[in-house]
């Protein structure tokens, strides 16, 4: 059973260097039996931006738990955690301090009617393209184009970044 809260406070955040350190994914699928490959992308709390899925990374759990969580909690979405993108040095709009921000892909297994930030946001699945115009942060921006370089690799192998 899984919980129906978001996780909320700083007590378990994890800091590096007086940096918060927050995880984000790129929920992905493909659609049809072409293979056409979409992302999933939300709406930020307020409402006027969107991303994809990140929060913090908290001490009782690994970055992958991490990733795994936040999908689940801001996106509704629950599947497998693949190998990381990379990590990002960025500044946060809201308090303008920098944070690192580490990336991963997610294929997405299932997609959830019920999740925790279900009335907080909107999720919408688009093509790459359309994701990479819409959403707001350099960094995710710079993520998305790592994983769809990852996938057009003539030696990419899915079994080689499963974690």
Same mark, same amino acid.
């Given at each position: 059973?899984?919980?129906?809260?978001?996780?909320?406070?700083?007590?378990?955040?994890? &800091?590096?260097?007086?940096?918060?350190?927050?995880?984000?994914?790129?929920? &992905?699928? &493909?659609?049809?039996?072409?293979?056409?490959?979409? !992302?999933?992308?939300? /709406? #930020?709390? =307020?409402? @006027?931006?969107?991303? $994809?899925?990140?929060?913090?990374?908290?001490?009782?759990?690994? !970055?992958?738990?991490?990733? /795994?969580?936040?999908?689940?909690?801001?996106?509704?979405?629950?599947?497998?955690?693949?190998?990381?993108?990379?990590?990002?040095?960025?500044? /946060?709009? #809201?308090?303008?301090?920098? +944070?690192?921000? @580490?990336? $991963?892909?997610?294929?997405?297994?299932?997609?959830?009617?019920?999740?925790?930030? =279900?009335?907080? +946001?909107?999720?919408?699945?688009?093509?790459?393209?359309?994701? +990479?115009? !819409?959403?707001?942060?350099?960094?995710?921006?710079?993520?998305?184009?790592?994983?769809?370089?990852?996938?057009? #690799?003539?030696?990419?192998?899915?079994?080689?970044?499963?974690?």
């Amino acid at each position: 059973m899984m919980c129906m809260v978001s996780r909320t406070g700083r007590e378990l955040q994890r &800091y590096d260097m007086g940096r918060r350190l927050v995880v984000g994914c790129i929920p &992905y699928r &493909y659609k049809n039996e072409n293979g056409e490959l979409e !992302v999933l992308v939300i /709406s #930020s709390q =307020k409402g @006027h931006a969107m991303m $994809f899925p990140k929060g913090g990374w908290e001490l009782d759990e690994s !970055v992958e738990e991490a990733a /795994s969580r936040e999908c689940f909690e801001e996106a509704g979405v629950v599947g497998v955690v693949e190998c990381t993108l990379g990590k990002w040095s960025f500044k /946060s709009k #809201s308090r303008g301090i920098y +944070r690192e921000g @580490h990336m $991963f892909p997610m294929l997405v297994a299932e997609q959830l009617e019920l999740w925790p930030e =279900k009335n907080l +946001r909107q999720r919408v699945w688009m093509k790459v393209e359309e994701a +990479r115009e !819409v959403c707001q942060s350099w960094w995710m921006k710079e993520a998305l184009d790592v994983f769809v370089e990852r996938l057009a #690799s003539p030696t990419f192998n899915k079994q080689d970044f499963l974690n």
